[in-house]
T-cell receptor, first 111, second 114 residues
């Protein structure tokens, strides 16, 4: 089975800090995604990547950046964390149309 | 534009009742894929089913069944004889032909009361 691993389950950071959320998948998937999940808003796409060093903005990229130096790793970066970025962050990978495999999520609190 | 609507925000049922979760989608593509995911309290989204736009056969998997109707752009999910372990948030999703991006509904939170 494909595994998508997110490095932290819970994270607490201070306003203004630079935050790195790491995601690793082990099945050589081309596509990787970062979503945030908020009550009543569902999943919103932040960034996605089709290949190494490639990235595309999703619906809500402001305040975030990403890095994909290796195929298996897709990092989400909060350049200067703010309280409105407190959320659940979900990473996913996919192979074409076979559906996503999600990580277990990182619940980030910015204080 | 792609859009997925799950009008039911929260549903509560008593154990052993049947429950249907609604999903309505919009797309201009002729080829597309529909999905259901389950998110239990642990947080990880779990894949349940994938359907392509050319296959309108209903599917049954144990207590779960799915009704895909292109005429009404709906892909509804029914749980028969619900159990407490079915309590979760359920997401419906739509993918375009390339499968490179998914569009999720806002989710339906199901609570099964013992």
């Amino acid at each position: 089975d494909v595994k998508v691993t997110q490095s932290s389950r819970y994270l607490v950071k201070r306003t203004g800090e630079k935050v790195f959320l790491e995601c690793v998948q082990d099945m050589d998937h081309e596509n990787m995604f970062w979503y945030r999940q908020d009550p009543g808003l569902g999943l919103r796409l932040i960034y996605f990547s089709y290949d190494v060093k490639m990235k595309e903005k999703g619906d809500i990229p402001e305040g975030y950046s990403v890095s994909r130096e290796k195929k298996e790793r897709f990092s989400l970066i909060l350049e200067s964390a703010s309280t409105n970025q407190t959320s659940m962050y979900l990473c996913a990978s996919s192979m074409t149309v076979w559906g996503y495999t999600f990580g277990s999520g990182t619940r980030l609190t910015v204080v | 534009a792609q859009k997925v609507t799950q009008a039911q925000t929260e549903i509560s049922v008593v154990e052993k009742e049947d429950v249907t979760l609604d999903c309505v989608y919009e797309t201009r593509d002729t080829t597309y894929y529909l999905f259901w995911y389950k998110q239990p309290p642990s947080g990880e989204l779990v894949f349940l089913i994938r359907r392509n736009s050319f296959d309108e056969q209903n599917e049954i998997s144990g207590r779960y069944s799915w009704n895909f109707q292109k005429s009404t752009s709906s892909f509804n999910f029914t749980i028969t004889a619900s159990q407490v372990v079915d309590s979760a948030v359920y997401f419906c999703a739509l993918s375009e032909d390339t499968g490179n991006q998914f569009y999720f509904g806002t989710g339906t939170s199901l609570t099964v009361i013992p």
